[in-house]
C-alpha cells in the first residue's frame, strides 16, 4: 500500500508565473489535507478536502491560492502569480475518515517550491 | 484558540543522553495528541500518540503521557542515538466533525556521537 505520494518534490517557479501541487492520498482515504511550513516553522492548516468538496479552507490565503480534490485524480492545490514569500514545503496528509474514531493522518514527503 | 507550545530548539545531546522534549497544549474540548518526527528533506512521519488523559504513547523508545491536569505531552526517551537527530513536532487534533491538526513550531534535535 502506497503512502501519501506528492509531486513534484522540487519547484522552482519565476514570480508571477503559476505553481501547481499535487497529491494523491493513500489507497482508501477520501480526506485530504494541506499544510505549508515555512523556514524553521512548524506546519500551518490551509485546507481540508473530501471528494469535490471543501470541507475546511480557513487557513487558505485569500486570493491567488486555492485547490481541488475530483472525483478522479489527485488533489492539487494551485498558486497563481506566485511571490517569493510563497515559497515553502507544502505537505499533503490524507486520512481514512474526517475525524472520527482516533484518525490518524500520514503525510506526504512535501514539494518544496522556491520561487525566484 | 487552540494552539500547541513546544521548547525551543536546538536541543543538542550526546549519544545515550537522556531527552526531554516539552509541549503543553491549549484546547477547548479533549484533543489527540501526537508527536512527530521530521528527519531532513522528508515528511512528516508519526511517532506516536495518545487519545485520553493518562494514556501514554510509545514507539522506538520514546514515550509520552497525555497529562490533562498540567495539558502537557512531554516527549521523552531514555538513551538517544545519532540517528534520532531530527526535527519533531508535538501536535493536537479534534476527533469531531472534521480533522484539522494543529502543530507546534518544531524542536530541532541534534545528537552528537
Known amino acids: 500500500n502506497a503512502g501519501v505520494m506528492q509531486n513534484p518534490r522540487h519547484l522552482v517557479r519565476r514570480r508571477g508565473q503559476e505553481a501547481r501541487l499535487r497529491c494523491s492520498p493513500m489507497k482508501g482515504h477520501s480526506h485530504v489535507y494541506w499544510y505549508r511550513q515555512l523556514p524553521e516553522e512548524g506546519l500551518k492548516f490551509m485546507v481540508y478536502l473530501q471528494k469535490e468538496n471543501i470541507i475546511d479552507e480557513s487557513g487558505m490565503p485569500k486570493e491567488r491560492f486555492s485547490a481541488e480534490f475530483p472525483k478522479e485524480g489527485p488533489s492539487i492545490l494551485r498558486i497563481q502569480q506566485v511571490v517569493r514569500g510563497d515559497s515553502a514545503a507544502y505537505f499533503c496528509?490524507?486520512?481514512?475518515?474526517?475525524?472520527?474514531?482516533?484518525?490518524?493522518?500520514?503525510f506526504g514527503q512535501g514539494t518544496r517550491l522556491t520561487v525566484v | 484558540g487552540d494552539s500547541v507550545t513546544q521548547m525551543e530548539g536546538p536541543v543538542t545531546l550526546s549519544e545515550e543522553a537522556f531527552l526531554t522534549i516539552n509541549c503543553t497544549y491549549t484546547a477547548t474540548g479533549y484533543p489527540s495528541l501526537f508527536w512527530y518526527v521530521q528527519y531532513p528533506g522528508e515528511g512528516l512521519q508519526l511517532l506516536l500518540k495518545?487519545?485520553?488523559?493518562?494514556d501514554k504513547g510509545s514507539n522506538k523508545g520514546f514515550e509520552a503521557t497525555y497529562r490533562k491536569e498540567t495539558t502537557s505531552f512531554h516527549l521523552e526517551k531514555g538513551s538517544v542515538q545519532v540517528s534520532d537527530s531530527a526535527v519533531y513536532f508535538c501536535?493536537?487534533?479534534?476527533?469531531?466533525?472534521?480533522?484539522?491538526?494543529?502543530f507546534g513550531a518544531g524542536t530541532r534535535l541534534f545528537v552528537k556521537a
Open positions: 501536535a493536537l487534533s479534534f476527533n469531531t466533525g472534521g480533522f484539522k491538526t494543529i
Open positions: 496528509a490524507s486520512s481514512q475518515t474526517g475525524g472520527r474514531l482516533n484518525t490518524e493522518a500520514f
Open positions: 495518545a487519545t485520553k488523559a493518562d
